[in-house]
């Protein structure tokens, strides 16, 4: 079964980071329960939700350190899933001293900015505490660069 609301992340080959599913499967799971159950959104709604965070590199048409919104979402009606696309800065997290620290900040802003334009009931003051809940001793414990079989899942949205 799918669930209500998914992260995946995306990248052209030469930017693709070695990020375990058991980030992307923990973080999925916060959401749901932290911040979906909490403020009584998107749970029972028809579509399912995909966050898709995609990695860049700098570019003419990208120079930023900061994640940005790049399309309006989309509806794929076969799957009944609503997407709701995001670049992050590639080079900010392969030159981070802790990769998966910064990794977390980044789908930390996207969250941000994926409640603050389509779910005012979640505010910034929430999410600020809510994130403190987060296991980062858990989290920085995952194996990273992981190993490729670990890889795949991060990156592959299952309800296709």
């Given amino acids: 079964m799918t669930k209500k609301f998914n992260i995946r992340f ?9 990020i375990s599913y058991k980030l992307v499967e923990y973080l999925e ?14 749970i029972h709604a028809k579509s399912n939700i995909l966050l898709a965070l995609m990695f860049i590199g700098q570019s003419k048409e990208y120079e930023s350190n900061l994640v940005e919104s ?6 794929v009606s076969s799957e009944n899933l ?8 590639y080079y900010s997290i392969k030159e981070a001293t802790n990769p998966i620290e910064r990794i977390l900040e980044l789908v930390f802003d996207s969250l941000k900015l994926f409640f ?3 779910y005012k009931k979640v505010d910034e ?3 600020d ?5 987060l296991d980062k001793n858990y989290l920085l414990g995952i194996q990273y660069p ?15």
């Fill in 10 to 18: 995306s990248s052209r080959d030469k930017h693709k980071l070695p």
């Fill in 29 to 42: 799971d916060f959401v749901i329960e932290n911040i979906l159950k909490e403020k009584k959104i998107i």
């Fill in 70 to 75: 790049v399309l309006k979402p989309y509806y």
């Fill in 82 to 89: 609503k997407t709701y696309d995001y670049i992050l800065p």
């Fill in 116 to 118: 603050s334009e389509y």
């Fill in 125 to 127: 003051a929430f999410l």
């Fill in 129 to 133: 505490e809510t994130w403190k809940k």
């Fill in 146 to 160: 992981a190993v490729n079989r670990d890889i795949k899942n991060a990156y592959t949205y299952h309800g296709y």
